[in-house]
């Protein structure tokens, strides 16, 4: 625990971006990175290769392999968040993985096929939750989870810790992301007891890294 706050790891949601048009780009994952904070981004493929793109890429999109060489000018020890917006990736992602040496990292968002692929080929894989999702046998084979909420305000409590309980690790979805306000999933979070899980197990994905520093690590 820090200053008596609950221990989290902040990741940032395509970067430490300061404004919309800075998402997935090459300025707010520098910024990012080099505030000591690890990343979500998304992956697609475009012209036979690996790109960061939310949407439908373009020429213009950065590339995987740009961003693992950012990435490991830092502390490539921070966390990355792989959000898989396109099937038949795997190899590829593997190989960037296996080549740069990455650990602290995990895929996430693929269909239930791919998810299958992601798994049989090693890689580290956080499994969906939410009000739509639920638990089943691909959680004993992952990492952990990727903890969302569309429509509910408060925290999940009860899954959890049972989660962190069972040795997982979770990222939780910062209600902002979807366009709702955070203050009472985050009181949740801060109310939660850390004596039962480990201090890397447990991160939160924002929009809004310097907000989220001075409520969790009083920054």
Not at 7 to 20: A, E, F, T, V
Not at 210 to 215: Q, W
Request: aromatic share 14%; hydrophobic share 35%.
């Amino acid at each position: 625990m820090i200053n008596g706050v609950i221990d989290m790891i902040l990741i940032s949601h395509r970067g430490y971006w300061l404004n919309p048009s800075e998402k997935n780009s090459m300025v707010a994952f520098k910024r990012s990175f080099s505030q000591g904070y690890g990343t979500e981004t998304d992956i697609r493929d475009f012209n036979g290769e690996l790109v960061i793109s939310h949407d439908i890429p373009n020429e213009r999109c950065m590339s995987f392999e740009d961003f693992m060489k950012l990435f490991i000018l830092y502390d490539d020890n921070l966390p990355l968040a792989l959000n898989i917006k396109s099937d038949g990736l795997s190899e590829k992602i593997f190989e960037y993985i296996k080549f740069y040496k990455i650990e602290n990292y995990f895929c996430f968002d693929m269909s239930v096929p791919e998810t299958i692929r992601y798994l049989d080929a090693g890689l580290n894989v956080f499994v969906r939750r939410s009000e739509y999702e639920v638990d089943n046998d691909l959680f004993v084979s992952s990492k952990g989870v990727w903890l969302d909420n569309f429509y509910q305000e408060s925290l999940d409590e009860k899954n959890l810790m049972s989660y962190l309980e069972s040795g997982k690790k979770v990222c939780i979805v910062s209600p902002e992301l979807h366009r709702r306000d955070e203050k009472l999933m985050w009181a949740n979070i801060r109310a939660l007891s850390n004596s039962t899980y480990r201090s890397e197990q447990l991160m939160l994905c924002t929009d809004k890294l310097e907000k989220a520093g001075e409520v969790f690590y009083g920054q």
